[in-house]
């Protein structure tokens, strides 16, 4: 199965394990699945780090890192395409507003992947394919 990983889990599965339940860290680990990071959340994190918020393990050099990151994880960099950019135009009614939300949105369904993340408003919208179990 394909597995998208949110922000949030790509950072923790990177930097703090011991933040994602079991279930999930076997899912990552498991032969059986093909991790997928995208490059909306290597442009979320360099944003985020751009404008000063502070990211535990991200050094001077914020790409170069997190390459390495999905590197040891063993994942696979999820370009964005146009056709994902397109395909932004069926979250325009979601009251989610974050555009890296709505691009691994899109991303997932456009990849047939499962979407891993604790957020909640991500897996509360109907027919996103999610994962999460505490």
Do not use: C
């Not at 079991?22 to 498991?30: C, H, K």
């Not at 390459?67 to 370009?79: E, Q, V, Y």
């Not at 691994?104 to 509360?124: F, H, K, N, P, Y």
Request: charged fraction near 25%.
């Amino acid at each position: 199965m394909k597995l998208l990983l949110d922000t949030h889990v790509f950072l923790w599965a990177a930097s703090q394990p011991a933040l994602l339940p079991p279930s999930i860290r076997e899912a990552l680990v498991s032969d059986e699945n093909r991790l997928l990071v995208s490059a909306a959340s290597i442009w979320e994190i360099t944003v985020k780090v751009a404008a000063g918020r502070e990211i535990q393990w991200v050094d001077r050099t914020p790409p170069e890192v997190l390459d390495s990151f999905i590197d040891r994880l063993g994942a696979t960099r999820l370009d964005i395409t146009s056709t994902h950019a397109a395909g932004i135009w069926r979250f325009r009614d979601w009251a989610n507003k974050d555009p890296f939300d709505r691009m691994l949105a899109t991303q997932a369904l456009a990849e047939s992947a499962m979407l891993i993340t604790a957020d909640e408003q991500l897996r509360g919208y109907p027919g996103l394919p999610t994962l999460w179990r505490a």
